[in-house]
Structures are given as structure tokens and as C-alpha cells.
């Protein structure tokens, strides 16, 4: 069965688009919180989270059936800047010596885009009886999502979840476009192709393949399972 997750969002989100968070992303966060993980791990360093979302399968391959996040209608983007800077009472007090212009203290000046929208939502394929509930059970410790977290940005103040009457395939390809990332492989045309992982974790480079990106026009292959 299909479900719609819906956050209610309290501040602005930073994101640089819709593609930047995933709900099988989201929920490999949770699942995994304090595993030590960095970029130069190998692929077989990479755990696959038992999450309560089904998969589609094509030959060896498989990905979560769940999209992209949505922005709500009247979604409004708009680019935040933030400086960085010791001021003098900073330096007093440091001992070491210091560069503003190199290492973990210097300063900047960082450019992010951000969105003011109402809500954000994902859909997904639940698992199994219960696998909508596990979900949603997953997220309630989720206070925040997006980048800048820190700052304010993308406070959640209430989670919905509600069932939708749908295809599955709909959460990979929908009114003819991507909805989440998909191996260029399980596109029989595709109006264009970028690099990098379609399963998370999406900042670790290991499963770089050939992919389309959520928003783009393709078509999918025959073949595909959902389990």
C-alpha cells in the first residue's frame, strides 16, 4: 500500500532542491545514528538499513519505493547568506595561534538556498502490515530536516501520515518524471543523466552510477519489481 508522510514545518528549510533529501535517506539516518561512516569507506563498508519500506527489484539491482521530498504549492525559494567571523574577545582567549584564512576557524562567507514552504512530504510503499506505523514511529524523533539544522532551519512541528491510492511505481516515476533517483540502467529513455548514488547514504561516493534525477522526464523499463 502506498502512504503520504507529511511534515509540518515551523522555519525555513535549506535545501539546494527537492533532490537533496530522500525518504529512504531520512530514515537510514535514523536507523544508523552513532555508526561511524566516512567518505573514504569502501562500499562494503556500507550497512543496508532494515527499513519498513518495500523495494523494487530489476536483476541484481533494487532501490527503496520511496521518492524525493515534496515542497508544498506556494513553496517559496529564496538564497540566505551567513558570515562567519572571530570578533576580538574570540581572540584574546585563544591560545593557539590563528589563521582567518585557513583551517576549521576561518572565517566565511557561505551562500544557501533556502525555501519557506508550509509543509514537506514523501511517498512510500509500506512493507508488510504495520510497515506505514513503523515509519512514522521512525520519524517522530526527527525534530528538524535539511541542511543547517543548527541554525533553525527545517523544524518539524508535527508529522502526518495518511494512505494514498496509487501505483507503486509511482514513487519511482510519476506523470512521466522521476521521482527520486534512478540507475540510468531502469530508464528506457531519459532527457538527461548525472552521476552519483541512487541509495543512501547520498553523500558517500562508493555506489556512484549513472542515474536520473528527481524532476527529470524518462520512462521507466519493463521488468521492474516491487517486493
Given amino acids: 500500500m502506498i502512504f503520504q508522510l507529511t511534515a ?18 531520512l530514515l537510514y ?12 569507506d569502501p562500499a562494503e563498508a556500507i550497512q543496508d538499513a532494515p527499513l519498513p519500506v518495500a523495494r523494487f527489484r530489476r536483476g541484481d539491482g533494487w532501490l527503496w519505493a520511496a521518492t524525493a521530498c515534496r515542497l508544498a504549492e506556494e513553496a517559496n525559494w529564496e538564497p540566505e547568506r551567513f558570515t562567519k567571523r572571530k570578533d576580538p574577545g574570540d581572540l584574546f582567549y585563544l591560545q593557539a595561534n590563528h589563521d582567518p584564512g585557513t583551517g576549521p576557524g576561518r572565517n566565511y562567507l557561505a551562500r544557501h538556498m533556502t525555501v519557506a514552504t508550509p509543509t514537506i512530504s514523501w511517498m512510500f510503499a509500506e512493507i508488510g502490515p504495520g510497515g506505514a506505523r513503523k515509519v512514522k514511529r521512525l520519524v517522530r524523533g526527527i525534530d528538524s530536516v535539511g541542511r543547517l539544522r543548527r541554525q533553525g532551519f527545517g523544524r518539524v512541528s508535527r508529522w502526518h501520515l495518511e494512505p494514498i491510492d496509487a501505483d507503486p511505481l509511482t514513487t519511482l516515476v510519476s506523470d512521466g518524471k522521476a521521482q527520486r ?17 541512487c541509495l543512501p547514504p547520498y553523500w558517500h561516493s562508493a555506489r556512484t552510477v549513472d542515474r536520473v534525477k528527481p524532476g527529470w522526464r524518462c520512462q521507466l523499463v519493463d521488468g521492474i519489481t516491487c517486493h
Fill in 181 to 197: 533517483y534512478l540507475p540510468r540502467s531502469w530508464c528506457e529513455w531519459a532527457e538527461d543523466t548525472d552521476r552519483g548514488p
Fill in 29 to 40: 539516518s535514523i536507523h544508523y545514528r552513532g555508526v561511524y561512516l566516512t567518505r573514504a
Fill in 8 to 25: 509540518e514545518l515551523e522555519s525555513p528549510v535549506s535545501l539546494n532542491s527537492e533532490a537533496d533529501l530522500h525518504l529512504d535517506g
